[in-house]
């Protein structure tokens, strides 16, 4: 791996890594749906007028349909669920639960019979990785905190089946102008969901809010978009989402360094379970010499 692959993958790997972590400080003061708001709009602005300036957004508008159910099973329901969540459940624990999307992915691929055979190797993934969502919930995390483990369940098949859809349906079409799209729609949802609901703050949120937010938009949604495509470009797609494999380790290092969350025997073995899980259902056997799959494309961060 070049130096420049090296610094793009770390770079990639904190900014997917983080956002738990940033969604625990600002859910300090404000409602999940404004900070969904608040993050989604600040994206848009960022990432649309460079889409129209590249006339990604017109073809994009054309499918706006597939487009549109995109976003919502990957942004507009995940995230209100996910800031949720995170009212009670540690950032670490969340990051890791959130691990298991490749396994739901997998589930989804074979319900709708996409998939490939899984073989041995990935039933034993498929079997680890749910022993280690296991250990995580039966054993690293309280009772009263169940109805949160609940939302993040609908965060996980949410991250499972949007690239599903973009696989199906989006296939050919330019990321960034999903992406642009994607965050401008869910901006729009959320604008009548604010006002009507808990409306806008009645006071400037604090200062490590507000940078919570701004970094959340800026660095692990726009950024981190424009990361994996220069990742992709250095090291290709399938070594290049690899990524997601070190996120779970960045949000329980950072929420307990930043956060004082603790770290216990559980939560260790439950995270070798999940990622041991997610690489070998994720691992396709093929002949020899031929050409690594594609893997569907991830174009929102967590």
Same mark, same amino acid.
């Given at each position: 791996?070049?130096?420049?692959?090296?610094?793009?993958?770390?770079?990639?790997?904190?900014?997917?890594?983080?956002?738990?972590?940033?969604?625990?400080?600002?859910?300090?003061?404000?409602?999940?749906?404004?900070?969904?708001?608040?993050?989604?709009?600040?994206?848009?602005?960022?990432l649309l007028p460079l889409a129209l300036a590249r006339g990604q957004v017109r073809p994009v508008l054309a499918r706006?349909?597939?487009?549109?159910?995109?976003?919502?099973?990957?942004?507009?329901?995940?995230?209100?669920?996910?800031?949720?969540?995170?009212?009670?459940?540690?950032?670490?624990?969340?990051?890791?639960?959130?691990?298991?999307?490749?396994?739901?992915?997998?589930?989804?691929?074979?319900?709708? @019979?996409?998939?490939?055979?899984? @073989?041995?190797?990935?039933?034993?993934?498929?079997?680890?990785?749910?022993? @280690?969502?296991?250990?995580?919930?039966?054993?690293?995390?309280?009772?009263?905190?169940?109805?949160?483990?609940?939302e993040l369940g609908v965060v996980v098949v949410g991250y499972a089946v949007g690239p599903a859809v973009l696989a199906r349906w989006l296939g050919d079409v330019n990321g960034l102008g999903v992406v642009a799209v994607?965050?401008?729609?869910?901006?729009?949802?959320?604008?009548?969901?604010?006002?009507?609901?808990?409306?806008?703050?009645?006071?400037?949120?604090?200062?490590?809010?507000?940078?919570?937010?701004?970094?959340?938009?800026?660095?692990?949604?726009?950024?981190?978009?424009?990361?994996?495509?220069?990742?992709?470009?250095?090291?290709?797609?399938?070594?290049?989402?690899?990524?997601?494999?070190?996120? #779970?380790?960045?949000?329980?290092?950072?929420?307990? +360094?930043?956060?004082?969350?603790?770290?216990?025997?559980?939560?260790? +073995? @439950?995270?070798?379970?999940?990622? =041991?899980?997610?690489?070998?259902?994720?691992?396709?056997?093929? =002949?020899?010499?031929?050409?690594?799959?594609?893997?569907?494309?991830?174009?929102?961060? #967590?």
């Amino acid at each position: 791996m070049s130096r420049r692959a090296t610094l793009l993958f770390a770079a990639l790997a904190l900014a997917w890594g983080v956002p738990y972590l940033l969604i625990k400080v600002a859910g300090e003061e404000l409602p999940p749906s404004t900070l969904v708001l608040a993050r989604t709009a600040l994206a848009a602005l960022l990432l649309l007028p460079l889409a129209l300036a590249r006339g990604q957004v017109r073809p994009v508008l054309a499918r706006w349909r597939p487009v549109l159910a995109y976003a919502v099973v990957e942004i507009v329901v995940p995230w209100l669920f996910l800031a949720r969540a995170e009212q009670t459940l540690p950032s670490s624990t969340t990051g890791l639960l959130i691990a298991a999307v490749p396994l739901v992915a997998v589930v989804v691929a074979l319900v709708s @019979g996409r998939a490939e055979r899984l @073989g041995v190797r990935g039933w034993l993934g498929l079997a680890a990785g749910t022993a @280690g969502v296991a250990a995580l919930v039966g054993l690293d995390v309280r009772g009263s905190d169940l109805g949160a483990v609940a939302e993040l369940g609908v965060v996980v098949v949410g991250y499972a089946v949007g690239p599903a859809v973009l696989a199906r349906w989006l296939g050919d079409v330019n990321g960034l102008g999903v992406v642009a799209v994607s965050v401008t729609m869910a901006a729009l949802v959320y604008v009548p969901v604010v006002l009507l609901g808990p409306g806008l703050p009645a006071a400037w949120p604090s200062g490590r809010v507000v940078l919570s937010v701004v970094v959340l938009a800026v660095v692990c949604t726009a950024a981190a978009f424009l990361l994996l495509f220069a990742l992709v470009g250095e090291l290709g797609p399938v070594r290049a989402l690899s990524v997601v494999y070190v996120n #779970p380790l960045v949000a329980v290092v950072a929420g307990a +360094a930043l956060l004082g969350e603790r770290v216990t025997a559980w939560t260790v +073995a @439950g995270f070798a379970l999940v990622l =041991a899980g997610s690489v070998l259902v994720t691992r396709r056997t093929r =002949a020899a010499g031929s050409p690594p799959p594609v893997p569907a494309r991830r174009t929102v961060t #967590p």
